[in-house]
């Protein structure tokens, strides 16, 4: 019996980093509006199990979820060798999820994150413990059922209206042959009208001769083609609005209607894209492939067209600019700290600003006070490892004796206790144990659970929990209530015994764990002066609706101390 969900496959061509997690969340985004009930699933195709131990500078931000799930590779989970673990815990997973997240306001599953790596090691570990004896074991059909099982499990346990499956990587890629197979089998295997398949390209701009260009956007639905795919939808990536010339040619060579190739150009605010798809009945359009009636549509802000279309026109009209610098080091690409210069925008245009970010790349010779005088606020961001370490730790000295507003992420919050700790209570070279494993004063250790963890992958402080909050701090101040649920990502955290002496000297600590022995954040206990440090990670959960409580508060501050 075939599930009630409807499947919706978005491919990529011609090159990454085009934008198919902002399409995919924005054709979500035309369902809701429709009344649906959705959710995504990203396939990656690389071997890693979860993307939580990739380097940022290569891959982008990881996305940490509300929940950790415990993966288990075999069925019952019992391990084949004693050295074998009965389960892996991911909540670490692909960034284009924060994206989804921000569009759909929606938290998914850490299930929804499909890796190769996942698919290969319950296969192969399958195997080792006899679930396929007698049995060739192969590529299709045992991996290509995995897939699908995974799929289906989603579709039908979540009772959904529409599942959208984001396969990572370009079609052509060899690591993602498998997934592109097993979506050809289920759209076999489905009634028709189950499925459609939406395939973005690139159409690049040619200076040379003053046109744009279709034909790597042909190569790549040829391509698609030879893995038996056809595309219903193209969605085209350009400069600018599609010519009527492209789209016709567009139409002929790729085998679809010309009113199925759509236009997705440079756009400022990327929330407008959804907007811009329906202008171009892209939403009417997948209703008629899956065979889809309109539902009665609430009237939240999440999907309802006419909310949507409110808050776009609020983020696309002119706003003075408020100046952000982001002292780090993981630069090199756009994506590496995507959550929170996203949170920064929702709390400074729901506050009539716009922010202006300044990315400060933290090298030996920088001279950090002229990085900073022309800043109304300082981001101290997270991190890991020891390069940049020191300039980070003076960022956080020059915010605290200047009295510039200051939030430090989860590194940046230890590495503002460490600044405190050097300047006030005079602990030179004061550490963490993670930078200098010999420092004399450990002011940030290994939490205690982690001291015997020898595992990197899945072994951190992860995911959504409780938060008990002081009263009468920043921090409370910010979420207005005693408990709060935060997300988290770390293995090393503030020393409580350097605590006592340092709430002498003005650190206050307004929140921590359940236990109570787990520091969740501190700040200045200083009226005239604005400084917070969280262990846990507030960006993951802002959305443009509806923005961060404590970045909120931190842009307020900025705007009071704007240049």
């Given amino acids: 019996m075939p599930p009630d969900c409807k499947f919706v496959f978005v491919t990529g061509g011609v090159m990454s980093g085009i934008g198919k997690g902002v399409v995919t969340a924005s054709v979500g985004k035309l369902f809701q509006f429709r009344g649906f009930k959705i959710s995504v699933v990203k396939i990656d195709p690389y071997l890693n ?24 590779p075999v069925p019952g989970g019992q ?11 991911i909540s670490e997973i692909d960034q284009d999820f924060g994206t989804y997240s921000r569009f759909l306001g929606i938290d998914m599953h850490p299930s929804h994150n499909i890796t190769s790596g996942q698919i290969y090691l319950s296969t192969i570990l399958s195997e080792r413990k006899g679930k396929f004896l007698g049995r060739t074991v192969q590529i299709i059909p045992h991996c290509t059922n995995m897939i699908k099982e995974r799929l289906l499990n989603i579709a039908q346990n979540e009772d959904l209206d529409v599942l959208l499956i984001e396969c990572g990587g370009t079609v052509g890629d060899l690591e993602s042959s ?19 398949f939406v395939h973005v390209t690139l159409v690049p701009y040619s200076k040379a001769v003053g046109q744009q260009k279709s034909k790597p956007t042909q190569h790549s639905v040829k391509m698609l083609q030879s893995a038996g795919l056809q595309p219903d939808v193209l969605i085209c990536r350009s400069q600018t609005i599609l010519q009527e010339d492209i789209k016709n040619k567009l139409s002929l060579f790729s085998n679809i209607t010309k009113d199925a190739v759509i ?14 798809f329906e202008d171009q009945k892209l939403g009417d359009l997948l209703c008629e492939i899956l065979d889809l009636k309109a539902k009665l549509v609430s009237y939240s802000k999440v999907n309802n067209y006419s909310e949507w279309l409110k808050m776009v026109e609020m983020y696309k009209s002119e706003k003075p600019i408020v100046r952000i610098g982001m002292p780090g080091k993981y630069f090199n690409i756009s994506d590496s700290y995507i959550s929170i210069n996203d949170a920064l925008e929702h709390a400074a245009v729901n506050q009539g600003y716009k922010t202006e970010l300044k990315m400060i790349n933290i090298t030996e010779d920088l001279n950090i006070e002229k990085e900073l005088e022309d800043c109304d606020g300082i981001l101290l961001t997270p991190g890991f490892g020891e390069r940049a370490v020191e300039g980070m730790i003076k960022c956080a000295e020059y915010a605290m004796e200047f009295k510039i507003p200051f939030l430090g992420i989860c590194f940046g919050a230890q590495l503002f206790f460490a600044a405190f700790c050097r300047k006030y209570l005079g602990l030179k070279g004061a550490n963490s144990t993670e930078i200098d494993p010999k420092t004399k004063f450990p002011v940030v250790d290994l939490m205690e659970s982690q001291k015997d963890v020898s595992e990197k992958g899945g072994t951190m402080r992860l995911g959504g929990l409780k938060i008990k909050v002081e009263k009468g701090t920043r921090v409370f101040e910010a979420y207005k209530t005693e408990e709060i649920t935060e997300r988290f990502r770390h293995r090393y955290h503030i020393n409580t015994k350097y605590i006592g002496d340092a709430e002498k ?10 236990s109570g022995e787990i520091i969740n954040s501190i700040e200045l206990d200083r009226d005239d002066h604005w400084m917070v440090g969280t262990q846990f990670h507030p960006e993951f959960k802002s959305k443009p609706y509806k923005p ?3 970045y909120f508060d931190f842009i307020k501050a900025c705007v009071k101390n704007k240049k």
């Fill in 505 to 514: 000297k003005g650190i206050k600590v307004s929140s921590r764990d359940e």
């Fill in 548 to 550: 961060s409580p404590i």
């Fill in 79 to 89: 391990p084949i060798y004693e050295s074998d673990e009965k389960s892996y815990r």
């Fill in 263 to 276: 236009s997705n150009p440079d756009l400022e605010i990327i929330y407008e894209l959804p907007l811009l």
């Fill in 178 to 196: 498998i997934f592109l197979e097993a979506f050809r089998q289920l759209k076999l295997e489905l009634p028709k009208k189950y499925t459609a």
């Fill in 49 to 72: 199990v979860d993307p939580g131990t990739l380097n940022p500078i290569e891959h982008g931000e990881c996305f940490v979820t509300e929940d950790v799930w415990d993966f288990k």
